[in-house]
């Protein structure tokens, strides 16, 4: 096998924010870090790898434009609330920060959405949840369960995989359109050709 050594330049190095000032997160100068008109999601909560792929799912046009007509639709507060319209509202609050917020504030949090992920049975039952892993899991990830004794014992890349696949399987369940104006059929919202 060849050993491959690459340098990797200063600008894709991870980055390390002090937040010990007066303000904390509140007074820090996002602008410094985000130099888009996009706005981003903090990384302080417990499943916050989840932020990366929740952003994927934001920048993916159609899915953002079917999640965000759930918050406009009153079936959907009939029901229990689901996923889809905590990701609607998050992907709101993305939406208005990146277009009203000033530059140094461009951050938002997803701490709703991530308190009615928790509280989904299936995401225990798949291993989802920071909480559950163990503080050494195996090299591959593979066998083994969670501390709790429930669900599998994953990788984060593992567990990244998962939550992808679990997040498109509810959105799929979950985003239902009512068509004619609300007064027809239910149907699911279909994929574009």
């Known amino acids: ?14 980055k390390t924010i002090d937040l010990r000032g007066r303000g904390g997160i509140d007074s820090f100068d996002f602008s410094m870090m985000n130099r888009t008109p996009f ?3 903090e990384n302080l909560e417990p499943d916050s790898y989840t932020n990366a792929l929740l952003l994927l799912l934001y920048f993916t046009p159609e899915l953002r434009a079917a999640v965000l007509r759930v918050q406009f639709n009153m079936m959907h507060y009939e029901t229990a609330r689901g996923l889809a319209i905590e990701l609607s509202f998050l992907f709101h609050m993305l939406d208005e920060t990146g277009r009203k917020a000033p530059a140094t504030q461009k ?6 959405f991530l308190r009615a992920f ?3 049975p299936k995401t225990v039952a ?5 909480s559950q892993q ?16 429930q669900g599998p014992a994953l ?10 696949r679990f997040m498109l399987s509810t959105l799929d369940s979950e985003l239902i359109v009512v068509q004619d104006e609300g ?5 699911r919202s279909k994929s574009p050709p």
């Open 134 to 149: 163990t503080t050494k899991p195996e090299a591959d990830g593979a066998g083994g369960f969670n501390r709790q004794g």
């Open 155 to 164: 990788s984060l890349q593992q567990r990244a995989e998962s939550f992808h």
């Open 118 to 120: 928790r509280r989904v």
């Open 1 to 14: 096998k060849l050993a491959v050594v690459a340098t990797i330049p200063q600008r894709y190095l991870k």
């Open 126 to 130: 798949l291993g989802l949840l920071d």
């Open 107 to 112: 951050s938002c949090q997803s701490i709703n």
């Open 183 to 187: 007064f027809g059929d239910k149907g």
């Open 39 to 41: 706005a981003g999601l």
